[in-house]
């Protein structure tokens, strides 16, 4: 009996091994060693070494794996219930077929496209008007404009934090800069929506050069910053420069940092998001997902030169039907529609990035 023990508590610690590090760098077992091992093993009780096996059981929604049974799975749902290309036609919204297998994981039902929410498209511009308040809800802009003045207060402090953080610190200038722009034209309530062009301008101003390491880069910013942190506690330096008439949101933000932003959310909630943390910090999960798609609405605006593109239109406005889609199951508090709109936006994206970024 305590040979069996033994033998359980190497198997289990073996097989943790094998899962964790490989055990790539075990110790060669000699003859007589192995020869032990292998009575040992002849008489351990097989089922019960198997239930000390860990084994996954959290999958990201567009992660490809394999149960023991060998059965494919995209995220939670069946890969045979899938065409070809199975991201692209969750993106699609095609209409799948259940799996019938018995004990078989429930395939989540991709929702038809025409069901989800319709966002105002680009090139509704002229006619609709640009509609804000529905694709960035103040309290969005609001809580991103902080996070990203946050940051740029700490890294700007001195010289060694603002090196550290030179190469994030243009996306988050980016944020301000597009976020102000979309407040001076936002119908939502903002109290700093009179001096929003001149906090786009001064960010603008902090972006217009590439950043370099060292102190001149960093008291030019942090100059800079003092200006902008002033106006949006609304005591506005004087002097500032009027805000120009001619700048557009392209301008003011470059459009490579703003697609940098979409990225980390869409990131985020595919690498950070599990169940509990989907009930838990509901509050950051619909941030995320506004923002992603508000962002995505940002840039379909003409000044970015693609509100006459209709294939991008089209990648966008699946991404920001999926971003809509993600913050309405976060509030309702569905975790299988929050799990299949993340691959549709997943799959928007990649979908995008393979005609686009190369170009």
């Not at 996306?171 to 597009?178: H, K, P, T």
């Not at 420069?241 to 990131?267: C, H, K, V, W, Y």
């Amino acid at each position: 009996m305590a040979v069996k023990f033994r033998c359980l508590r190497h198997l289990v610690l073996c097989t943790t091994c094998s899962i964790v590090v490989g055990c790539g760098d075990s110790t060669t077992i000699g003859p007589e060693s192995e020869a032990s091992s292998k009575q040992e093993v002849a008489d351990v009780d097989v089922a019960s070494v198997a239930s000390f096996s860990p084994k996954p059981t959290v999958y990201a929604p567009d992660e490809v794996w394999q149960d023991d049974d060998g059965r494919k799975y995209l995220g939670r749902v069946p890969y045979d219930v899938f065409f070809d290309n199975p991201l692209e036609v969750a993106a699609e919204g095609t209409p799948v077929a259940s799996s019938s297998k018995p004990d078989a994981p429930i395939a989540i039902p991709v929702t038809d496209e025409t069901s989800l929410p319709e966002p105002v498209m680009a090139e509704q511009q002229t006619k609709d008007g640009v509609d804000w308040a529905t694709q960035l809800p103040v309290d969005v802009l609001e809580s991103e404009l902080k996070s990203a003045r946050n940051f740029l207060k700490e890294k700007l402090r001195s010289v060694a934090s603002y090196n550290s953080a030179v190469t994030m610190i243009p996306v988050r200038v980016a944020m301000i800069a597009v976020l102000s722009g979309i407040a001076a034209e936002h119908s939502g309530d903002i109290s700093w929506k009179d001096d929003a062009l001149y906090v786009r301008d001064l960010a603008w101003r902090m972006n217009e050069t590439v950043l370099k390491r060292g102190p001149k880069d960093q008291r030019r910013l942090l100059r800079l910053f003092e200006d902008l942190a002033d106006t949006l506690n609304r005591s506005r330096p004087a002097g500032l420069e009027d805000p120009s008439s001619e700048l557009t949101l392209s301008d003011a933000a470059d459009m490579g940092n703003i697609m940098l932003r979409i990225e980390e959310s869409e990131q985020r909630l595919r690498t950070e998001v599990t169940e509990e943390i989907f009930r838990s910090q509901a509050t950051m999960v619909q941030h995320e997902a506004s923002l992603m798609a508000g962002l995505v609405y940002a840039i379909s605006q003409e000044s970015y030169g693609f509100s006459d593109d209709p294939d991008f239109l089209a990648h966008a406005n699946r991404l920001i039907a999926a971003g809509q889609e993600i913050r309405d199951a976060a509030e309702s508090g569905e975790f299988a529609m929050f799990e299949l709109s993340l691959t549709r936006a997943a799959a928007a994206c990649q979908s995008c990035h393979r005609d686009y970024k190369s170009n």
